[in-house]
């Protein structure tokens, strides 16, 4: 009876963090970094001020790890070529270019650490192995835009 | 007759390795059908290989192959040991139909086989090409579950039935 009633208010911590939170991030790339975001590097313990006011702090993090591990699964379950278009997007949601973001994220690579604690060695390293393909197609777009500025 | 032999061999190294080696990764997410599904899919094979430079491609397909061959043995080594506590809990059931077990046993063989030319042909060709040998040897694994179901406790089925919700999903 606890346990179904705390999975309850687990699910209701995810729609509020979905409806307040998630919806006004574009782009799931961004969503997964937001969510990875909140999380302790040293515990692996999620913290949102809020959302633990309005339910608990257990409830709220386990309501975090379990979007952290949807949209994680949603990302890793994306062809490489929507990534691309992710990558594009977030960069372009952080005024940032997408030159810039490259450039960044090949050296510090913190598609790294923005995968789930509870997520497989296999998975991480698909999600790791795709989103470096991503990063370099783009770069070779970019590229070939700054070669051919016209045909662009 | 190679073929065999080989994939005798590979079972055999397999056991050994990923027994050890998978049990303390397997968590929530590897051995799900969608998660290999996307690892032999050709789509990301064909788009990397039409935008990124030959060097990049190889690259990827490097480690495509890796990972399906990572997944394949994981895969073997949760089928594995869903047989032998099958066997073991079998060992002591008064009620054992002799043309159960040996189907079973059978069923298993074959698995062993399908999923032995499986990883010799990831390992040639690349994931996309031996997708479709992917879906036999998934159908095998599940076929496999249902047999050994009645026997087991509920926590030995997890990875298995892992591996036959792509069935269901599609049936």
């Given at each position: 009876?606890?346990?179904?009633?705390?999975?309850?208010?687990?699910?209701?911590?995810?729609?509020?963090?979905?409806?307040?939170?998630?919806?006004?991030?574009?782009?799931?790339?961004?969503?997964?970094?937001?969510?990875a975001s909140l999380r302790d590097y040293n515990t692996?313990?999620?913290?949102?001020?809020?959302l633990a006011c309005r339910f608990t702090e257990s409830v709220a993090g386990r309501a975090m790890a379990s979007c952290h591990r949807d949209v994680f699964r949603r990302m890793l379950l994306c062809p490489v070529k929507e990534l691309v278009e992710q990558l594009e997007l977030y960069a372009s949601s952080n005024n940032s270019t997408s030159f810039e973001l490259v450039r960044v994220w090949e050296k510090l690579q913190p598609y790294r650490v923005i995968v789930p604690l509870e997520c497989s060695s296999l998975a991480a390293r698909l999600f790791v192995s795709n989103?470096?393909?991503?990063?370099?197609?783009l770069q070779a777009r970019q590229l070939r835009v700054l070669q051919h500025p016209l045909s662009a | 007759m190679t073929i065999l032999c080989l994939c005798l061999l590979l079972s055999g190294r397999e056991g050994r390795d990923a027994d050890q080696e998978t049990s303390a990764h397997l968590e929530w997410d590897s051995l799900t059908p969608d998660v290999s599904a996307r690892i032999f899919d050709p789509e990301d094979w064909d788009f990397v290989g039409s935008e990124a430079s030959r060097h990049l491609t190889r690259?990827?397909?490097?480690?495509?192959?890796?990972?399906?061959?990572?997944?394949?043995?994981?895969v073997r080594s949760q089928v594995n040991q869903s047989i032998r506590a099958h066997f073991r809990a079998a060992r002591g059931n008064a009620d054992l139909k002799p043309a159960d077990e040996i189907r079973l046993w059978l069923d298993f063989v074959c698995f062993q086989a399908t999923?032995?030319?499986?990883?010799?042909?990831?390992?040639?060709?690349g994931p996309p090409r031996a997708a479709k040998l992917l879906e036999y040897s998934q159908e095998l694994a599940g076929k496999?579950?249902?047999?050994?179901?009645?026997?087991?406790?509920?926590?030995?089925?997890?990875?298995?039935?892992?591996?036959?919700?792509?069935?269901?999903?599609?049936?």
């Open positions: 009876m606890y346990g179904e009633l705390k999975h309850q208010d687990v699910q209701t911590a995810c729609r509020d963090l979905a409806d307040r939170s998630l919806a006004k991030i574009r782009g799931d790339l961004a969503r997964l970094i937001y969510l692996g313990e999620y913290h949102h001020e809020g989103i470096r393909a991503a990063l370099a197609i | 690259q990827f397909r490097r480690e495509r192959t890796a990972l399906a061959l990572d997944w394949l043995r994981a999923s032995g030319i499986l990883y010799l042909m990831v390992w040639t060709y496999l579950r249902q047999a050994t179901e009645d026997f087991l406790p509920a926590g030995h089925h997890v990875a298995v039935e892992l591996i036959d919700g792509k069935q269901q999903g599609k049936s």
